[in-house]
């Protein structure tokens, strides 16, 4: 009897598998078609003659950018590891300002019996 309910079981979470692999895989396609479009931009933007250079590169970073968004987070599963990312950014933010501080606290040390040297640059 607790065979036939552990398979009756089984065979029914198996269905809620299938069923979260084919929305997984919903999602992914919806993101290629998105991705496809924004390639489909970026190439018609070069056709495209913008009044200034400024223009151009903030057009072609917001699309890369959201390209970039796309495929970080849903191909590289970044939105899934929201504390993740967020303890690595504090981690790095912490080290950077450190090794900031120690170069501007070091910066004007000089071994004994030295002395500051002006480059000349004509």
């Known amino acids: ?3 036939h309910s552990a398979s009756t079981s089984a065979s029914h979470g198996g269905d809620d598998h299938d069923h979260d692999i084919a929305a997984h895989v919903r999602t992914y396609l919806i993101i290629f078609g998105a991705l496809l479009v924004g ?3 970026t190439v018609a933007m070069y056709y ?4 200034s250079m ?7 970073l917001f699309i890369a950018s959201i390209k970039a968004f ?5 191909f590289m599963h970044l939105l899934s590891e929201k504390k993740l990312v967020y303890g690595v950014l504090v981690i790095s933010a912490i080290f950077f ?6 170069t501007l606290w070091g910066s004007r040390d000089l071994p004994r019996n030295s002395e500051t040297k002006t480059l000349y640059v004509p």
């Open 1 to 3: 009897m607790s065979q």
């Open 48 to 51: 495209v003659d913008f009044s």
């Open 70 to 74: 796309l495929v970080a987070g849903y």
């Open 39 to 41: 390639t489909v931009l």
């Open 97 to 102: 300002v450190a090794l900031m501080g120690l």
């Open 54 to 60: 400024a223009l151009t590169v903030a057009v072609a």
